[in-house]
């Protein structure tokens, strides 16, 4: 069975309350190498998000869903993280419009339109240290899933573990965009906090469809 | 009607500040601050962007000038959202912020299109384009003398002012330069270039070596000569 618009309203809800979980957590992976504000600065956005879920139509798809994520993020996370995952879930809306229930080939597809928001956005390429360490391998893993003949949240799980293995191998890098940029190999060691919350996004997505 | 400037920065204070700034430098601009998020604190603001690009808008376009990496983004996501026919007439200058925005304020003065705000703006990045076809004038050391090769006016004035051609002298140097249907240049450098003659250094009692060409050119030397003579207005060293 596809995921359907209440799919993406528990995906929401699961979100904001990950992000309000690991709020700290990000905020300790991003002091060292980042300005320390993105679990914080995701969190904020989140809980608006939650806030206007109500406003949603009954019968919002998931692109709607996506849609109302990426206009609150981009008008509330004042860091980085605003920008780049408003242009990805803005791209993932697009990828999917009109759809009321996403089968496997969609999942692929707004997983890669996001991803290529997020390139897009960033100018990063992988390796560079950031979340584009994650969203590669979880792309590539949901294809591969697709590929396998899996159902919808056996690929979702397949895009949250590459995502988590992603986040981890951020960690011997030397970052070349963003803040920790300026560390050169100072930030050797410290993981990316964009790729642990894209890590922690797409495990939330897969939880909730597996329910 | 002139080309806008919109200041983004992680900080209303710092946004505010290069207004201030670059407005001293050249009055009768619209430069807007979008700094801060939207409860105060630091960082960039997605709707701040979107209100400051209309507010700097006239129609004649807007150069958007931004500090740290995710204004740069906030920046280019607000673009994606401005109607076609608005976006085709917004640049976001790779530059950095006070001296992109001192430089493309005075350009944006003195009357200067969307593409030459946006090149004054980018000026200032250090990876300039070679000066385009301004000679050296070095033909004559005589004060106010006029003369030198066929078609170029020249002249070398000694500067009287306590602080030389640095930053506001330089604008207004900039601003008259711009008056005249003529290519002037300063120690060989583009007149019209504010951070260029800034880069020169040219403190007083040091020699201002100018040429002029175009049919205007000997009005825009003898103005410019007066200018550097009156001492800007300051008080004279030597006073």
Redesign the interface.
């Known amino acids: 069975m596809g995921l359907t618009g209440e799919w993406a309203r528990d995906w929401v809800t699961d979100s904001a309350e990950v992000i309000a979980q690991n709020r700290v957590a990000l905020i300790t992976l991003d002091r060292p190498i980042g300005d320390g504000?993105h679990g914080e600065?995701l969190d904020r956005g989140f809980q608006q998000v939650l806030a206007k879920l109500d406003g949603l139509a009954p019968d919002a798809t998931p692109a709607d869903v996506f849609k109302l994520v990426a206009m609150t993020l981009?008008?509330?996370?004042?860091?980085?993280?605003?920008?780049?995952y408003?242009?990805a879930y803005l791209k993932a809306a697009g990828a999917v419009t009109g759809a009321p229930e996403l089968d496997g080939a969609a999942i692929v597809a707004w997983l890669t339109a996001a991803r290529d928001g997020i390139v897009l956005?960033?100018k990063a390429e992988s390796g560079e240290k950031t979340m584009i360490d994650a969203w590669t391998p979880a792309v590539d893993a949901a294809a591969g899933a697709l590929a396998d003949g899996r159902t919808e949240p056996e690929i979702l799980d397949a895009a949250a573990t590459a995502a988590e293995a992603g986040a981890l191998a951020t960690e011997p890098l030397v970052a070349r965009?963003?803040?920790a940029s300026y560390l050169g190999e100072r930030a050797i060691g410290h993981r990316d906090p964009g790729a642990q919350s894209t890590a922690l996004l797409l495990r939330s997505a897969a939880d909730v469809a597996a329910r | 009607m002139t080309v806008g400037l919109v200041i983004v920065s992680h900080s209303s204070r710092i946004a505010e500040g290069v207004v201030e700034l670059a407005a001293q430098m050249a009055g009768g601009t619209r430069i807007v601050a979008a700094g801060g998020t939207d409860d105060g604190g630091i960082g960039t603001s997605f709707d701040a962007v979107i209100a400051a690009i209309a507010a700097a808008d006239d129609g004649s376009g807007v150069v958007v000038l931004c500090d740290l990496g995710s204004a740069i983004l906030t920046a280019e996501t607000a673009l994606e959202f401005l109607d076609d026919g608005v976006r085709a007439r917004v640049l976001i200058a790779d530059a950095p912020l006070v001296e992109g925005a001192v430089a493309a304020a005075v350009a944006a003065g003195t009357g200067g299109g969307l593409d030459e705000v946006f090149a004054a703006a980018e000026s200032a990045n250090g990876r300039m384009r070679p000066d385009p076809g301004t000679e050296h004038a070095g033909a004559g050391t005589a004060t106010s003398a006029a003369g030198g090769q066929a078609g170029t006016v020249t002249a070398t004035v000694t500067l009287v002012n306590a602080d030389g051609l640095h930053a506001r002298p330089a604008s207004e140097f900039v601003k008259l330069a711009s008056d005249f249907d003529a290519t002037v240049s300063v120690n060989g450098v583009d007149a019209k270039s504010l951070l260029r003659i800034m880069a020169l250094g040219l403190g007083p009692g040091r020699a201002a070596e100018l040429a002029a060409s175009g049919p205007e050119a000997n009005a825009a030397i003898a103005a410019l000569v007066g200018l550097i003579e009156s001492g800007f207005g300051e008080k004279p060293t030597t006073a």
């Open positions: 504000d600065n981009i008008s509330t996370v004042g860091g980085a993280a605003g920008p780049l408003g242009t956005r960033g965009k963003g803040r």
